[in-house]
Nanobody, 123 residues
Framework: QVELAESGGGLVQAGDSLRLSCTASRGTFDSLTVGWFRQTPDKARDFVACIRHDGSTYYAESVKGRFTISGDTAKNTVYLQMNSLKPEDTAVYYC?????????????????WGQGTQVTVSS
């Protein structure tokens, strides 16, 4: 069973950048797709981006062109580089491992989740 841990969140101003990290411990990503989601208290968990073992990526329209997902297999880590941050990007960000190798946005397709890291963007 894999355990995921996110890091890199924080408080920034609009227009700033942050890089989130998701590291797998007690296991590996095992070539399965890894994704990032985010959630605010009044909304359901929203898809942000995912990456497949071959490097293929898929982004939500709201972050396309601003966020970049990447992976480092040697470090067993997936990153989310977030540029040009907006106040509406404020949320708890979660990484998750899919149950398969597909690219997709449905949270129910992801079996393992981290505890989340808070990102707050002030205006």
């Amino acid at each position: 069973q894999v355990e995921l841990a996110e890091s890199g969140g924080g408080l920034v101003q609009a227009g700033d950048s942050l890089r989130l990290s998701c590291t797998a411990s007690r296991g590996t990503f095992d070539s399965l797709t890894v994704g990032w989601f985010r959630q605010t208290p009044d909304k359901a968990r929203d898809f942000v981006a995912c990456i497949r073992h071959d490097g293929s990526t898929y982004y939500a329209e709201s972050v396309k062109g601003r966020f970049t997902i990447s992976g480092d297999t040697a470090k067993n880590t997936v990153y989310l580089q977030m540029n040009s941050l907006k106040p509406e990007d404020t949320a708890v960000y979660y990484c998750a491992q899919r149950r398969d190798y597909a690219l997709g946005h449905s949270p129910s397709s992801y079996g393992y989740w981290g505890q989340g890291t808070q990102v707050t963007v002030s205006s």
